[in-house]
């Protein structure tokens, strides 16, 4: 299928009561394994991309690859942008054929972040793009920012209401509630009131950062309160490095670099399926095509 945007899907998975796992693509072989995982179980699914990986790959190639295998695939795939902080990063993105964008103003002021998402969201809407905005302080580590735990804080509630009633077609909203991005610590907190009380008062579906570490039950509980999109990034570049040097762990002796990258694709589409399950939008594939 042509590759989709992901706001209808996700006000339908969030409606329907499922989460659309969103995966942080590496390369053309980290792609084509979301992908893959996704068709095998009639899934709709979001290829997400950091701006390292955009800058390291060129925007024409990573946008390239996920269309081509998007246009193979019989499920709705969207190409989205993570955490964006440059507007003219965000506009060679859409130029280039992304199919939503998240812009990152988290560390900006209430005020400011406001008024820089807004000007973000004029351009999605004139492009018809889908965007992801995010309030609050994520914890973690994702791309080249930092946020130590002593600055990472929760969304303020009644921040995310005027937010929200800026933008009104708004793809995603991302409020932090707990989550942090790379490996947990311990067990995640997650601020399950704040959520529950954010998404009684809006209907937009909410984003699930710091994907990586929860527990089913963790996930299952997020998706019931209104996560639409549920994103993993760190679990996907552990298994992208795994299985390639696990074969080689295995077999030594093996030269021929295919079954390396056969390995590779396989550990990490085992865990796009694992997800997908869990996230429960396996055989949903056709009514997000509908949807979109
Ligand atoms: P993890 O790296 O913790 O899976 O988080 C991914 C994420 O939220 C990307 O924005």
Known sequence: ?????MGPMLRRARADGYGIAAYNMIDFNSAKSIISG????????????SVKTVKHWGYAHVATWVRMLAEDAPVPVALHLDH??????????????????????????????????????GLTETAGVGLEAEIGAIGGVEDDKVVNDDQSRLADYDECLRFVAAMPNLAVFAPAIGTAHGFYKGEAKIAYDLLER????IDTPIALHGGTGLTDEQFTRCISLGCGKVNISTMHKRLFID????????????????????????????????????????GRAAEAAHAA
């Open 38 to 49: 996704a068709a095998e179980l009639s899934a709709p699914v979001i290829v997400q991309v």
């Open 84 to 121: 964006c902080t440059d507007i003219d990063v965000i506009r060679r993105c859409i130029d280039a054929g992304w199919t939503s964008v998240m812009f990152d103003g988290s560390a900006l002021p209430f005020a400011e972040n406001l008024e820089k998402s807004s000007l973000v969201y």
């Open 198 to 201: 954010i998404t009684k008062a």
């Open 1 to 5: 299928m042509p590759l989709v945007s």
């Open 243 to 282: 299985g390639f040097v696990g074969l080689k762990a295995e077999r030594p002796k093996l030269e021929e670099p295919l079954p390396f990258l056969a390995a590779q694709h396989d550990a990490m589409k085992g865990d796009v399926m694992a997800c997908i399950r869990t996230f429960g939008s396996a």
